[in-house]
């Protein structure tokens, strides 16, 4: 519920696209079940690419929000100057408390946070959207 409400403020409406650059963990999925709690459309992209590569396939999705670690944002960075130009608002996960951000949001995701519990209540959601569904139609 924190991701959604945080791409919710910084303006992702539904049908908005989300890019999300990050290793293959848990959080992760956290982000992305939030950005799509958000209606968000997701645009995983490969950690693994080389910048270049990275800031390609983001000037071409043009994202309004970038969910990204704190090292991947920082090899965008080097020798390639903002990402302002490919996407509208960046948040950073993981960043060090002295880590100099600029004009990026710091992202910071629950600790803690069973990945279990995140599917238990993205069940739950879907269950209540398809009571009021049936509801409306009967």
Request: aromatic share 6%; glycine share 10%; proline share 4%.
């Amino acid at each position: 519920e924190r991701v959604t409400l945080q791409v919710q403020r910084a303006g992702l409406e539904p049908g908005g696209r989300c890019a999300i650059l990050m290793s293959n963990q848990s959080k992760w999925v956290i982000s992305g079940l939030g950005a799509l709690w958000a209606g968000a459309v997701l645009v995983p992209l490969d950690y693994k690419l080389a910048a270049a590569e990275q800031l390609a396939l983001l000037a071409h999705a043009r994202p309004k929000v970038l969910i990204i670690e704190y090292p991947l944002w920082r090899s965008l960075l080097e020798g390639h100057g903002e990402l302002a130009a490919v996407t509208a608002h960046v948040f950073v996960t993981e960043a060090p408390a002295s880590a100099a951000l600029g004009a990026v949001s710091r992202h910071r995701l629950p600790g803690g946070v069973r990945v279990g519990a995140i599917f238990e209540r993205s069940l739950q959601v879907g269950n209540t959207v398809r009571r009021m569904r049936a509801r409306a139609t009967s």
